[in-house]
Nanobody, 126 residues
Framework: VQLQASGGGLVQAGGSLTLSCAAS????????MGWFRQAPGKEREFLAA???????YYADSVKGRFTISRDNAKNTVYLQMNSLRPEDTAVYYC?????????????????????WGQGTLVTVSS
């Protein structure tokens, strides 16, 4: 079972990037998928989740700028990032959770997720 994140890179402030997370080894279409990031010296931070019930949740820091989506036919989840800021610079991780919660706030926690991708670096220059 593997999650492969890609799409990171260097972008100027105000620009956009789309991250992809391709899953292999099992079908993730009924799982919750999440995106997190970790900046140097900081804890891993929740960004967005797309749950098994297709509900979406976002951290306040990215709400209105980032959009999580999935293509079940491709077993892939995406994170569209707009209006990027230098403080968005971090390694971005995708994750999958087989756990089903009706309270979506459980998906804000790293402990909820069973599978993790390797991370992709996003650098936003000012």
């Amino acid at each position: 079972v593997q999650l492969q994140a890609s799409g990171g890179g260097l972008v100027q402030a105000g620009g956009s990037l789309t991250l992809s997370c391709a899953a292999s080894g099992r079908t993730f279409s009924s799982d919750a998928m999440g995106w997190f990031r970790q900046a140097p010296g900081k804890e891993r931070e929740f960004l967005a989740a797309l749950t098994w019930s297709t509900s979406t949740y976002y951290a306040d820091s990215v709400k209105g700028r980032f959009t999580i989506s999935r293509d079940n036919a491709k077993n892939t989840v995406y994170l569209q990032m707009n209006s990027l800021r230098p403080e968005d610079t971090a390694v971005y991780y995708c994750a999958a959770s087989t756990r089903r919660y009706y309270d979506g706030t459980y998906y804000y926690s790293t402990r909820t997720y069973n599978y993790w991708g390797q991370g992709t670096l996003v650098t936003v220059s000012s």
